[in-house]
């Protein structure tokens, strides 16, 4: 199978499959080359697949790094800092080859828009970096929407062997596309706040939360949540800002919105250099919450999360 390189520095083909034996036939050779190649090679798939290529390789597995997507990259605005280019980072100088599937059947519709975001953003993220992605698409099990923005997210798809240089690939697109209001319920606790209110607004969430379920290391993450967001909300985003929370399910749900303009698609997606002195706020946010989503519009900026109780 080609690797969809062509000589290029970054390459971010789709592999559209169909049952495991298209997938091992797309996702093991890849992972051979790559190591014949001597390139940093890299596996992120959901565990069953991840066990599939393990046996596929084999013994020339040792070369390969190994994670399961549905843990790593449970929130998707974690996998480009925390697995795509901290992988690659940590091979500076050395072509990777990673495989990352980060859309699969069981992501909810609430998830899926920060999904098909992380897959347009990953071209930004890498730009000229000597790489190669591949994002395998269970085809058969997939929705038809799904597979269409896979060819908007990808400039090449590989379908049946065969390498397609993709008519549609737009991510700014896509990026707008999904760029939607966020719609809260009428029963949301909620606080306007400003510069003086930092701590009470720290108090009223951790307050809410813990009425609601949350406890524990889950009540700690929030709380650095809503500490990282309502600073940047006063320090960025107009001097005031207004935080929601209320459940869903068996998450507990919590936004800040602001008079800020999120200008930087990559904000929070980025990694953060040793001797950066601020701008990690998003990225710490994205780390412990299990979902992200955002939006942004011309006069405000909204940020939501989810932390499962």
Aim: with cysteine.
């Amino acid at each position: 199978m080609s690797t969809a390189t062509h000589g290029e520095p970054f390459a971010h083909p789709a592999l559209f499959y169909r049952g495991e034996e298209q997938y091992t036939a797309g996702t093991v050779p890849f992972l051979r080359d790559g190591l014949a190649a001597g390139e940093a090679v890299a596996v992120a798939v959901p565990g069953p697949r991840l066990e599939l290529i393990r046996a596929g390789l084999g013994s020339s597995g040792a070369g390969v790094r190994f994670l399961d997507m549905t843990e790593v990259g449970r929130n998707p605005g974690r996998i480009i800092p925390g697995v795509l280019r901290a992988f690659a980072d940590s091979h500076s100088g050395r072509r990777v080859r990673i495989i990352g599937e980060p859309i699969w059947p069981g992501r909810t519709a609430v998830e899926y828009p920060a999904c098909v975001q992380h897959e347009a953003l990953i071209n930004a993220a890498f730009g000229e970096r000597e790489a190669t992605i591949l994002c395998p698409y269970d085809a058969d099990r997939l929705e038809p929407q799904v597979l269409a923005d896979a060819w908007a997210t990808h400039p090449v798809v590989i379908d049946e062997d065969r390498e397609l240089p993709s008519e549609a690939y737009d991510p700014q697109r896509v990026i707008a596309r999904y760029n939607k209001p966020l719609p809260y319920p009428p029963g949301a606790s909620t606080l306007a706040f400003d510069t003086g209110d930092l701590p009470k607004a720290r108090w009223f969430a951790v307050q809410e939360a813990e009425r609601l379920g949350l406890a524990g290391a889950r009540l700690q993450d929030l709380t650095l949540a809503v500490a990282e967001l309502t600073t940047n909300s006063v320090l960025h985003g107009g001097g005031s800002g207004t935080l929601r929370i209320w459940a869903e399910g068996e998450q507990i749900v919590c936004e800040v919105q602001d008079h800020g303009r999120l200008s930087d698609p990559l904000a929070g997606r980025r990694p953060a250099s040793r001797d950066q002195p601020g701008g990690r706020g998003l990225l710490l946010v994205h780390y412990v919450a299990d979902l992200v989503r955002l939006h942004t519009a011309p006069d405000s900026t909204t940020i939501r999360f989810y932390l499962a109780r």
